[in-house]
């Protein structure tokens, strides 16, 4: 029984990768780097698990990418300063913690990175809605059909599952082939 489950599982995720986008992965990479030499900020967002990717993918483009280069990316995580998410969701709401936080360091041709597996948070939707607003780059991390963020921003990714699980897995694979990509280009340059 476990080990049909187990099969199952990586089966499906197997499944995920064969139908991987490598296209949108490709405009992403380019968003960052674009990011990177222009010396714009990043800013990523999450809520749970997802959160616990945006935290991890601020981790691997800071350090991962550039470790030993003198220029560095800029990037923040949202939800990682959890006094002011805690502020902004007792004085205000909870969908307001990401997109208050933007109104203080936002600048027109930022990259703003929405992360939601069902692609339907409030908060992070109403972060990529201001960020259209003024003038950042917007991409968007999600899962099963897409979701409002799949409509909202620049470049969707979508992992096309109705299962939270594999989309965080594909999401994490994402972050992880960003950080060593993005780390090969950075080299070269």
């Known amino acids: ?41 990043v800013f990523i967002m999450g809520n749970g698990g997802s959160g616990s990717t945006a935290s991890h993918f601020a981790c691997d483009i800071n350090k991962g990418s550039c470790f030993n280069l003198d220029k560095k990316f800029k990037v923040i995580c949202l939800n990682d300063n959890i006094p002011t998410m805690l502020a902004y969701a007792n004085d205000l ?8 936080q933007l ?4 600048q027109p041709g930022d990259v703003v990175i929405g992360i939601s597996g069902s692609g339907n948070s409030d908060n992070v939707l109403q972060a990529i809605s201001f960020a259209r607003k003024m ?5 968007g991390l999600s899962g099963f059909n897409g979701g409002k963020l799949s409509q909202a921003v620049d470049i969707p990714f979508i ?17 992880h082939m960003l950080m060593q990509c993005l780390c090969e280009a950075l080299q070269s340059d």
């Open 159 to 175: 992992v096309a599952i109705n299962d939270m699980q594999k989309v965080e897995d594909v999401h994490m694979i994402v972050v």
């Open 93 to 100: 709401s909870y969908s307001k913690v990401f997109v208050e």
């Open 1 to 41: 029984m476990e080990e049909n489950f187990s099969i199952n599982y990586l089966d499906q995720l197997k499944s995920l990768l064969d139908s991987f986008p490598h296209g949108r992965f490709t405009e992403i990479r380019e968003a960052m780097l674009s990011a990177y030499h222009s010396e714009k900020q």
């Open 103 to 106: 109104r203080n360091f936002l």
């Open 135 to 139: 003038k950042a780059k917007t991409i």
